[in-house]
């Protein structure tokens, strides 16, 4: 089974506002990189289109560990998810789970892998965590409304 590392961020200006996500995998030697935003998002929502992104890339079902600066996205999938699915997509609370669009589609995803996660303090010289924040923000940056007004 392939063994795949995955970088993935998420950015936002304004919460909600512009936001932009990315991802690297990386495949032994090898390394590609997607990214992609939305003109009005919030960071939450860019952290999990990251991961959810990266893994349909994979053609094949891999043993993928998982590097993200979010405790929201590690916690939800590796704490909250399961509960959440029992309760009917609801919180402890009986409150509905927020982004529950982009958490059944990372549920879905995660379940054609074998996944391990790790979280990497963001904005801490992680070079690949400073690479996917790089091109996170970048495409952030493609749909803040300010900047395309001066196009």
């Not at 935003?37 to 993928?64: F, P, Y």
């Not at 997509?89 to 074998?114: F, G, P, T, Y």
Request: proline share 3%.
């Amino acid at each position: 089974m392939k063994q795949i590392e995955l970088y993935t961020d998420g950015a936002c200006s304004g919460n909600p506002g512009p936001g932009g996500w990315a991802c690297v995998l990386i495949y032994k030697e090898s390394m590609k990189q997607f990214a992609g935003g939305e003109s009005q998002t919030t960071n939450n929502r860019m952290e999990l289109t990251a991961v959810i992104e990266g893994l349909k890339h994979l053609k094949e079902t891999c043993q993928v560990h998982i590097f993200t600066d979010s405790k929201y996205v590690l916690e939800g999938a590796t704490k909250w998810l399961d509960g959440w699915k029992k309760r009917g997509w609801k919180k402890a609370d009986k409150k509905a789970v927020l982004n529950q669009d982009l958490w059944i589609a990372l549920d879905e995803a995660l379940s054609q892998h074998h996944v391990s996660w790790t979280w990497v303090k963001g904005h801490a010289g992680h070079p690949m965590n400073e690479l996917v924040d790089k091109l996170a923000c970048e495409q952030r940056d493609t749909y803040s409304p300010d900047l395309l007004m001066c196009r």
